[in-house]
């Protein structure tokens, strides 16, 4: 499955270093660039490597649960009346969302280059959970970085982390979200950078994450145009998936990149409204900068500190984005836009009602956008939404919102 | 020659080596760090290091981490840092300042507006924790066009290749991260230090600074013997967050602690 590297014959990005563009790049401390050298290298290495791929696709089939179904949610179209909604469903996955299917990868080369220990950073849980589950199978210990105020709304991923057997550290500095939880990563892996690998849940961090972490999600991508095209024998119109990192948004997007008739969306959390300025959408109103080892569009004040960021869904809730999103909204190729806490929770139960499928709060927002978008579209179009994950860990804030106590 | 050369050949001919404080500019309050700077220099520092606060401080522990968030809740920023500098300068002409801090204040700066008004406060030394020399190029030479030394960190991974190539892009000093770990950190091993400067040596000229650890008089004696130059950072600000209440008293005890180090420095402990 030589696929894994060649998905796009026109798109190469990045370059060797690690560029998209003027974004993406290496800006971490020393410590780091030897670490960082050492995966890029096993990277490139084991993503040739038939072993590695068959070994890795036997996981993501018998483990993970791999192919996900891509679902034509018609009852859903026919209400909205416009373009026919697929749902690529990554919430049927192992552990309820797209988030496995990198740990999954990332697992085994930390298990190839002989590292006993892993670290990831999580805001909603989810990539901490698939982190922590990916750890006990493999029997290396792990430790799990994440925000104070995350680990308060998000206590029920907090406890499937502990039951699995990793440590949970609650970080109180800064903001006390994921932004935070990706420093301290960052700082427990400087402190033990021989025997630690780290996981990074989202296309961001230094080169080679944002490529290596989209490579492995883009499995998503890979799998939803087979299954539109054996169906239909055609490409869909236009391609929807919430960004918060973006990593669930490049994985379906990037195997379609050449393809320029597809549409490509990325919608990010507008929190209280993008006016507002409690949101997380730097796309849509950030500013280029430098954070977490690239450069990308940040949210940030005039003397360039990170601002706090706002949004209802803990796995939105980060200040920067991947840097190949940067350059794919630069260049015009993805359009990015924002949809608010109130929006999403619109989506969220607009799905939940007419199909029976509870959405995450992440999800909810790209659902949101299609009910603007589908009725805009003809109803011999195609929309594919990425339903990122199952909304089973924001039952609490859900509930709490309806002033249910559980 | 650049003040920061001049300063490392002078200690270098009378056999001495550089004790180098880091604070960060505007902790406890904005006005606290002029003075703190000259008290410093009284107390015999040759050069300082001015940590810029920064919202998201990914190299640093939690005593400098805090240090950032008390300036940055008084609006400490890269501008008014540069003004404090500036401020500095008027009454003492001959003590190096060197800026240490991360990437994103300068890149919402702008490269050549922030290489210009470091010039103009006559800063001498930009050290970007994260801004290695692969991404760094263009700053650099922004930064030496106008006099100023770019500085890069090593650490104790880094390969003699790496060590090259800092040679080849830094100037006025090398800054020798002592340990693997964040700022503060405890676990300063002496043997492992002394290896290390070995390969150093063997592939730069540049004065080598060593931090990271030091955190009273015997450390500094230790580690000033192996190298050219002491930085001692958390170790002072831990007195300025130990003395919240009475700012005084903190400048009196990093007063006190680094005289200690200057004396151990020059005549033994
Ligand atoms: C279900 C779900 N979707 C989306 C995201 C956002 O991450 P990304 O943008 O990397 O896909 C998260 C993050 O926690 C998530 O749990």
Not at chain 1, 149 to 159: G, I, M, W
Not at chain 1, 197 to 226: C, L, N, S, W
Not at chain 1, 243 to 256: E, K, Q
Not at chain 2, 85 to 97: D, G, K, L, S, Y
């Amino acid at each position: 499955m030589k696929q894994l590297i060649k998905m796009t014959e026109k798109y190469t990005m990045p370059d060797a270093r690690g560029h998209f563009g003027p974004y993406g790049g290496m800006f971490v401390a020393e410590t780091l660039i030897p670490p960082i050298q050492e995966l890029n290298a096993a990277y490139q290495r084991y993503l040739d490597d038939p072993d590695f791929i068959a070994e890795l696709d036997k996981d993501l089939q018998y483990y993970v649960g791999r192919p996900s179904p891509l679902y034509h949610a018609e009852r859903w179209s026919r209400e909205l009346g416009g373009a026919q909604i697929y749902l690529k469903r990554e919430d049927l996955n192992h552990t309820g969302s797209h988030k496995i299917n990198n740990t999954v990868g990332q697992a085994l080369l930390a298990k190839r280059m002989g590292k006993t220990r892993i670290i990831a950073e999580t805001g909603a849980g989810q990539h901490g959970v698939a982190t922590a589950t990916v750890a006990a199978r493999l029997g290396l210990e792990c430790v799990v970085y994440m925000g104070a105020v995350d680990v308060a709304r998000q206590s029920l991923n907090v406890y499937r982390m502990k039951l699995l057997g990793a440590t949970v550290v609650a970080v109180e500095s800064g903001s006390k979200t994921l932004k935070d939880a990706l420093n301290e990563a960052l700082r427990d892996w400087v402190t033990n950078v021989d025997n630690t690998f780290y996981i990074i849940g989202t296309v961001a961090g230094p080169h080679p994450y944002p490529a290596m972490v989209r490579d492995f999600q883009a499995i998503i991508g890979r799998e939803a145009k087979q299954q539109y095209f054996d169906a239909t024998g055609r490409l869909p119109d236009a391609l929807v998936a919430c960004v918060g990192g973006g990593s669930n948004a490049i994985g379906l997007f990037y195997p379609f990149i050449d393809a320029s008739s597809v549409k490509l969306i990325g919608v990010e959390a507008a929190g209280d409204g993008i006016a507002t300025g409690r949101h997380s959408a730097p796309l849509s109103a950030g500013r280029p900068g430098v954070l977490h080892g690239n450069r990308t569009y940040l949210m940030a004040d005039d003397d360039g500190e990170i601002i706090e960021t706002h949004s209802i869904s803990a796995g939105l809730d980060y200040p920067g984005v991947g840097p190949e999103h940067a350059w794919l909204k630069d260049t015009g190729r993805a359009q990015y836009v924002s949809i608010t806490d109130n929006e999403a929770l619109d989506g969220f139960y607009a799905l939940t009602r007419m199909e029976g499928i509870i959405p995450a709060l992440e999800s909810s927002h790209a659902m949101a956008y299609a009910m603007k978008l589908a009725p805009t579209m003809r109803q011999d179009q195609t929309l594919i939404i990425n339903l990122s994950g199952r909304g089973d860990k924001d039952m609490q804030t859900m509930a709490k919102r309806e002033g249910i106590e559980l | 020659m650049s003040r920061l050369a001049n300063t490392f050949e002078a200690l270098n001919q009378a056999g001495r080596k550089a004790l180098v404080p880091f604070i960060t500019v505007g902790d406890p309050y904005p006005e606290f760090t002029v003075p703190m700077m000259h008290a410093m220099v009284e107390a015999g520092v040759d050069v300082i290091e001015l940590g810029v606060p920064f919202s998201d401080p990914m190299a640093d522990g939690p005593v400098i981490q805090r240090a950032s968030e008390r300036a940055l809740a008084h609006k400490m920023s890269l501008r008014r840092t540069l003004g404090v500098a500036m401020e500095f300068r008027r009454t003492n002409q001959h003590t190096p300042v060197v800026l240490m801090g991360y990437l994103n204040p300068i890149e919402a700066m702008g490269y050549e507006e922030f290489a210009n008004a470091a010039a103009r406060a006559e800063i001498d030394g930009v050290l970007t924790v994260d801004l290695p020399p692969e991404e760094g190029e263009h700053c650099a030479a922004l930064l030496k066009a106008r006099d100023i030394d770019p500085i890069f960190l090593l650490a104790p991974n880094s390969s003699a290749e790496r060590i090259q190539k800092m040679d080849a892009v830094g100037s006025g000093y090398l800054y020798y991260v002592s340990l693997k770990g964040v700022t503060g950190a405890g676990h300063l091993d002496i043997d492992n230090v002394k290896a290390k400067l070995e390969q150093l040596r063997a592939n730069t000229r540049l004065p080598v600074a060593i931090g990271f650890g030091v955190k009273d008089a015997i450390t500094a004696k230790t580690i000033a013997d192996l190298g050219d130059g002491v930085v001692v950072g958390s170790a002072l600000i831990s007195k300025i967050e130990a003395n919240l209440d009475n700012p005084e008293q903190a400048k009196q005890e990093i007063i006190e602690l680094l005289a200690a180090m200057r004396h151990a420095m020059d005549n033994g402990v």
